[in-house]
């Protein structure tokens, strides 16, 4: 029996991606190891979003090969797609697999191993392609929240982003299959993240919409949670807000980028919306959905910005208030506009700008959660370990509780003192990334 193990870098479509092709090579007879043991084959998800990233891939790949210099090393996905004739020529990599063919993999690494010879390479212009690629799952080992893809490719354009060269336009997980999916999942874990390239763009290619998707699964019966992964302040409809008004199983946590919050660096950005028109629609949101948390993404340094600019985001940051906010320091991406824009931001200065909104977004989450001691949440349990629980709020609030819960089981309960950042870890003992 040969052993894989596999490291997935980047997003929850990566995440679901890598789970799929996990069962699949179960299925043929493989066995599944952690990534830092001996390994027959070693798998790497890869991820192109920033440098780090992408320097991330490469350091897997190298560490794949330390750990068995023998062993059979694939690489899949983003960073592949953009950079695939320079990893092939520098990484020494067996098999190379774009943003499409990832469905193939377990067939590849069968005839590598039977028979070792040049380097496979699958990639195809994902630009052209119209095609939603099928990766089936039925479970998420060792999670009781599992990951469903429905949504893959962008085509927003971004001036920083690489994600639409990489990825490809736009495609949707047939309405038909994408509940066929949900149900399957259901039977196994009580909440699914619904993920995506661009989500809340889910079934335009379709005739269908995210919303609709939502109100189907709303309907099967061992689903106690949905949640959306991340979604564009534009795609949030009043017909979404009416059914988060309307519908319990909907988790009261919307993550919505918001990249800058600037209206000259947003224009930069190539960004469509406005820092007014941003507020103005959480402030919707917070009147329709009482008790709502919204998180965010950030980039900092991105090119032109200055001092006054920066400034104006965190005027900003503090009038929104976010729960809390990933922030990324601008990363250049060959081939994007951002990158041979002029005025690029020192690394130092990048740096500082990351750590003070970093820590600005450390005080904000501490206050959301103190703001909720002494209140009602809903959770699902995620560990139980010697009559201590742990899980996440509907809100995505680290909450432990005393006492004997089953993985997946639903309760309400009364949040009595504040779980901190690496408590939370412990408790979940790193069960889900």
């Known amino acids: 029996m040969a052993s894989v193990a596999i490291s997935t870098l980047g997003c929850k479509v990566n995440a679901y991606e890598s789970e799929s092709t996990a069962q699949a090579l179960r299925q043929r007879g493989y066995q599944t190891v952690d990534f830092k043991e001996k390994a027959d084959v070693y798998i790497i998800f890869t991820c192109a979003v920033t440098n780090t990233a992408a320097s991330k891939s490469r350091q897997k790949i190298h560490q794949a090969r330390r750990q068995n210099p023998d062993a059979l090393v694939c690489a899949v996905g983003c960073y592949v797609q953009i950079q695939a004739d320079q990893m092939a020529e520098q990484e020494k990599i067996d098999i190379l697999v774009g943003s499409s063919g990832k469905d193939k ?99 335009k290619d379709r ?116 729960s809390f906010i990933h922030v990324f320091p601008f990363s250049p991406k060959t081939g994007t506009p951002a990158q041979r824009m002029s005025g690029q931001i020192s690394s130092e200065v990048k740096k500082q700008r990351a750590r003070q909104v ?22 699902i349990i995620e560990t139980c370990v010697n009559g201590v629980a742990f899980g996440h709020s509907s809100e995505y609030l680290p909450v432990q509780i005393d006492g004997e819960f089953a993985s997946g089981q639903r309760i309400v309960a009364r949040c009595t003192h504040m779980l901190g950042d690496q408590l939370a870890a412990q408790a979940q003992g790193g069960q889900e990334k």
């Open 105 to 203: 993999l377990p067939q590849l690494i069968d005839e590598a191993l039977r028979q070792r010879r040049e380097p496979i390479v699958e990639l195809h212009d994902v630009r052209t392609s119209a095609e939603f690629e099928m990766l089936p799952l039925d479970e998420f080992e060792h999670q009781t929240r599992a990951y469903l893809k429905v949504q893959d490719g962008c085509n927003q354009f971004c001036a920083y982003c690489i994600i639409p060269y990489a990825r490809g336009r736009e495609r949707s997980l047939p309405l038909d299959e994408a509940l066929k999916e949900a149900r399957r999942l259901a039977q196994k874990h009580k909440e699914i993240v619904l993920a995506g390239i661009h989500t809340g763009r889910y079934g």
């Open 358 to 379: 970093g820590e600005f977004s450390r005080n904000s989450y501490y206050a959301v959660k103190s703001s909720w001691i002494g209140k009602d949440v809903d959770v």
């Open 207 to 322: 005739d269908t919409s995210l919303c609709d998707l939502i109100r189907g699964m709303c309907e099967i019966e061992p689903l106690e949670r949905i949640r959306i992964s991340s979604i564009e302040i534009t795609e949030i409809t009043d017909e979404l807000l009416t059914l988060m008004e309307t519908q319990p199983k909907i988790a009261r946590h919307l993550h919505i980028p918001l990249q800058a919050g600037c209206d000259a660096t947003l224009k930069r950005m190539g960004r469509p919306y406005t820092t007014a028109q941003f507020m103005a629609r959480v402030e919707e949101i917070r009147t329709r959905i009482d008790g709502i948390s919204i998180s965010t993404d950030l980039i900092v340094g991105f090119p032109q910005e200055s001092e006054a600019e920066f400034a104006a985001t965190m005027a900003f940051l503090k009038q929104i208030q976010f």
